[in-house]
């Protein structure tokens, strides 16, 4: 049993800690009231990506899509981050930066944290299906414990990080520049990790 809580949270340790610099950024931008958001969104995406691992894994269904057609999630990030940018340029009220997390389709800040998890997700299928295909049932139960524990620790974590006057001053002084970037290079690395760019020029040519 030791075991098995171990390694389920050295699993999640390593697929996780990509979502590390992204919830900092995230907790560093919005409202004390928004904060709950980034935490439901964080579990719901997590939920998603486990169950849809432990179906394949159980042999029930084959849910997964092709890895370029997850890649294209990263289109959302890419969006987020040109917004931001333009958005940036036109109004200098700080608000702004935080209303455009929870505008527009996406008007619940949760809904946008769930698509990022989903997009950045790719990897985490690649190894929760093979490490739920070699679990029996109950390992398979305290190993999804275990992942929901470790979310909320990196959630904390992250929280905390973003709480350190040194990282909120950091980011609030080149917030105009640092928040576009990082959602562009997101969506971009995303898509390129996935092979989504190879795909869409396959089908264009």
């Not at 919830?23 to 849809?52: E, R």
């Not at 944290?113 to 929760?128: C, E, G, K, Q, R």
């Not at 990282?167 to 290079?185: A, D, L």
């Amino acid at each position: 049993m030791i075991t098995t809580i171990l390694t389920a949270a050295a699993v999640y340790v390593a697929t996780g800690i990509d979502y590390l610099v992204i919830l900092i950024l995230l907790f560093s931008q919005i409202k004390k009231g928004q904060v709950k958001h980034i935490w439901i969104g964080q579990y719901i995406g997590t939920a998603i990506i486990i169950g849809a691992s432990l179906l394949v894994a159980l042999g029930v269904a084959n849910l997964i899509p092709q890895q370029w057609v997850i890649g294209l999630l990263g289109l959302l990030p890419l969006y987020l981050g040109v917004k931001i940018w333009i958005k940036g340029e036109e109004d200098e009220d700080e608000s702004s930066i935080l209303s455009l997390f929870s505008s527009g389709k996406f008007n619940q800040l949760f809904l946008t944290v769930t698509f990022i998890v989903l997009a950045s997700s790719a990897d985490d299928f690649s190894i929760y299906i093979p490490y739920f295909t070699a679990l029996n049932m109950i390992e398979i139960i305290v190993a999804i414990i275990v992942f929901f524990i470790m979310v909320g620790v990196l959630c904390y974590v992250s929280y905390r990080l973003a709480s350190i006057d040194l990282v909120s001053e950091k980011i609030e002084k080149y917030e105009r520049w640092i928040v576009p970037i990082v959602f562009i290079g997101l969506g971009i690395y995303i898509m390129f990790e996935n092979d989504t760019f190879n795909a869409l020029f396959s089908f264009l040519l």
